[in-house]
């Protein structure tokens, strides 16, 4: 399989996690939405990451849809959000929280690195981290005992970390130390395992200039 994206990205780092954890081998394409743009709208129109290709030819886009896949090739007993229920319901629900909250940092980036400051909408702005503190304040109640639903690793603690680490790396004031101590503790004992350290972005992964 080729995963497509940069692992800036926590949208195609929460996949590339998952394929360690499934032991699935994978190779990477890293092309950049904004630098290479239009050989990314070959393999998604949509000009979006992540987007895998499946070693059939077949590609696969959004990371949801991608997740998906990968639980049902594992299969129920080691997906890593459950098949039914209210433990399914349970972990889609975290999920769900934590990759809002990917989309309004991202909004926030956004709109602070490609607009200057007289153009910068502070109104947006501030909605953006009001809604972001909304959401790291639910993750954090969540957070019980290094988890966020239960016992098990799921994908809605890999969607968290991912999101924290993308908060320390390009919005930074939106995840204050101390601000979130439960959820803090949760993503740290993440990022020192074998498949988030695998998936640190690299030096030359970043945005481009504004």
């Known amino acids: 399989m080729i995963l497509v994206g940069q692992y800036d990205s926590p ?3 929460r996949v590339a996690v998952t394929l360690h954890l499934y032991g699935m081998p994978f190779t990477r394409n890293t092309l950049s939405v904004f630098s290479d743009a239009g050989e990314m709208a070959r393999i998604n129109p949509l000009v979006r990451i992540p987007s895998l290709v499946l070693d059939s030819g077949e590609t696969l886009i959004d990371s949801a849809a991608i997740l998906d896949t990968l639980d049902e090739m594992a299969g129920p007993g080691r997906a890593l959000t459950p098949p ?3 433990a399914r319901r349970r972990v ?3 999920t769900a929280m934590a990759t809002g909250a990917i989309d309004k940092a991202g909004a926030w980036v956004y709109e602070r ?3 200057p400051p007289g153009q910068r909408s502070e109104k947006m702005l501030a909605r953006y981290e009001a809604q972001l503190a909304g959401a790291l304040s639910w993750l954090d109640a969540q957070s019980r005992d290094g988890r966020l639903c239960g016992p098990a690793l799921t ?4 969607s968290a970390a991912a999101l924290v680490f993308y908060l320390k790396l390009r919005a930074a004031p939106a995840f204050p ?3 979130y101590p439960r959820l803090a503790a949760l993503c740290n004992a993440l990022e020192a395992t074998d498949a988030f350290i695998a998936t640190r972005p690299a030096p030359n992964e970043t945005m481009p200039a504004a």
Do not use: Y
């Not at 994908?155 to 890999?158: G, L, P, R």
């Open 84 to 86: 039914s229920g209210a």
């Open 11 to 13: 949208f195609v780092r």
């Open 113 to 115: 690195h490609f607009h």
């Open 177 to 179: 130390e101390g601000g």
């Open 155 to 158: 994908q809605a603690d890999i």
């Open 92 to 94: 889609l629900q975290a």
